[in-house]
């Protein structure tokens, strides 16, 4: 795959949650924790995702998670929400600053690998439509 076979990338949030990140842009789960929102994340995977360390430096929670795709498998348990749930669009540009990383799946399987962005782009099946951009915010 490579940066211009990817239009944009997705945040899916809860439409209350709009006003802040406005205010404060896309924060991630360790971040966001500190002011008021709505979650919209599963406390099993959040325990999950709790213990991953990508590339071995900062935790999981440290990043802020985006999507290639929106109808992926977060959208799909969330379905019987999507009158409460917005989905923001994202400049691919976010790809190029420095500690990004891409995921080839879910950053919460042990199957899942990570790599520097926009280089670890090479690793992956543009076929497959749900992968994973984490940007420490």
Known sequence: MELSDI?????????DNLASILKNGILCCNKVQKIPHISIADPKVQERRDKVVPGGKSKLHDYANLYFNPR??????????HDKLCILQISVLIMN????IITDGNAASDYTRFFTSPQGLIELDKSSNFYGILDQR
């Open 72 to 81: 992926n498998p977060m959208m799909f348990k969330r379905r019987n929400g």
């Open 7 to 15: 239009e944009e990338l997705y945040f899916i949030t809860h439409i």
């Open 97 to 100: 600053e420095l500690g990004v």
